[in-house]
Structure formats: C-alpha cells, structure tokens
C-alpha cells in the first residue's frame, strides 16, 4: 500500500467515524441493552474495518460495511458466556440470604405428603411411591408391574387427585 492509498483510507475510515459513530452505538446500545459494551463493540467494529483497509480491502458502501461488521461483532457477543459479578446482583435486587427457611418448608410438607400417601388406597400408594418417592419413569413403572405405560398415567392422576383430598381435609 503507498503512503498516498494509506492518506485516503485514513480519511475515509475518519469520515465514517464522524458520520455513523452515533447512528452505530444507538444500535449497538439497542441490542446489548448497555452503553459501555455497545461502545466497545463500535470500537471493535471501527478497528476491524480499519485492519481489512489496511490489508487491502475493498469497501463499496461504508455504511453498510459498517453495520455488518458491528452485528456480527454483537452476535459474538451474544454467544459469550455470561458472568455476573455479585455486587450486579445485589443491584438489581437478588437478595442473599443465609437462612433455609423455605427450603425447610418445602422439606416438611414432603414429609407431610409421604405420611398421607399411607392413607391412599394400595393401588394408589403403589404408584405414587414409585413415582415421586423413588423417582421412576412411566416406562419403568410399566415394566415393573406389568401393566401399560397408559394405566400407570391414569393411576399416578388419580392417586394424585385422591391424595389432593387427603392433604385438604387435613388442612
């Protein structure tokens, strides 16, 4: 490249800065929903452009040129995995809390749910077990008792519904 062809592609490249930089960072902002990032993705797309300039490149439209690289360079950005620093967090609500309060809730009324599973009928206290207690598909409740992969659906639904009294009735 001659020292002339470098002048040219250095005005071109700062008469496209100082036409699209704002039109390119509302865009940018836009679709990453940050201003430092969008920024830093017009930068990005600034230099690339002037590196394939630099290596020869030939640009018709600018413009559009432009617009190309910097999506691509926000796609890319969203395919980076995220992370989110705690204090981010913390900004925007999260609440840390250090007490297991719900979880001991949620443990209690499981235990309460498998107390109530004895009152079910047999057939009913069969399948819920196997179900939820042991964790088993409908597939492997079928070939364990024999029976199709259907009716064991339709006994897990209405040993769920009969258990569902239970626990009202209770309450």
């Given at each position: 490249m001659?020292?002339?062809?470098?002048?040219?592609?250095?005005e071109m490249?700062?008469?496209a800065?100082?036409d699209y930089e704002k039109g390119?960072?509302?865009?940018?902002?836009f679709?990453?929903?940050?201003?430092?990032?969008?920024e830093?993705?017009?930068?990005?797309?600034?230099?690339?452009t002037w590196?394939?300039?630099?290596?020869?490149?030939?640009?018709?439209?600018?413009k559009?040129f432009?617009?190309?690289?910097l999506?691509?360079?926000?796609i890319d950005?969203?395919r980076?995995?995220?992370?989110?620093?705690?204090d981010?967090?913390l900004e925007?609500?999260f609440d840390?809390?250090?007490?297991d309060?719900e979880?001991?809730?949620d443990?209690l009324?499981?235990?309460?749910?498998?107390?109530s599973?004895?009152?079910l009928?047999l057939?009913y206290?069969k399948?819920i077990?196997?179900r939820?207690?042991?964790?088993?598909?409908l597939?492997?409740?079928?070939l364990i008792?024999g029976?199709?992969k259907?009716?064991?659906?339709?006994?897990v639904?209405r040993?769920?519904?009969?258990?569902?009294?239970?626990?009202?009735?209770?309450?």
């Amino acid at each position: 490249m001659t020292p002339k062809q470098k002048i040219q592609r250095r005005e071109m490249l700062t008469n496209a800065h100082n036409d699209y930089e704002k039109g390119l960072n509302l865009h940018a902002f836009f679709k990453v929903s940050d201003h430092a990032i969008g920024e830093d993705l017009v930068q990005d797309t600034f230099m690339k452009t002037w590196k394939y300039l630099v290596k020869g490149g030939e640009i018709d439209t600018m413009k559009a040129f432009l617009y190309h690289v910097l999506n691509n360079l926000i796609i890319d950005q969203y395919r980076k995995r995220k992370t989110t620093s705690l204090d981010a967090l913390l900004e925007k609500g999260f609440d840390l809390s250090t007490g297991d309060g719900e979880s001991l809730f949620d443990v209690l009324d499981g235990k309460a749910a498998i107390i109530s599973i004895q009152r079910l009928p047999l057939i009913y206290q069969k399948v819920i077990r196997m179900r939820y207690v042991q964790h088993l598909s409908l597939e492997e409740m079928a070939l364990i008792t024999g029976q199709t992969k259907n009716v064991m659906s339709v006994q897990v639904h209405r040993g769920l519904a009969k258990l569902k009294v239970l626990h009202e009735t209770r309450h």
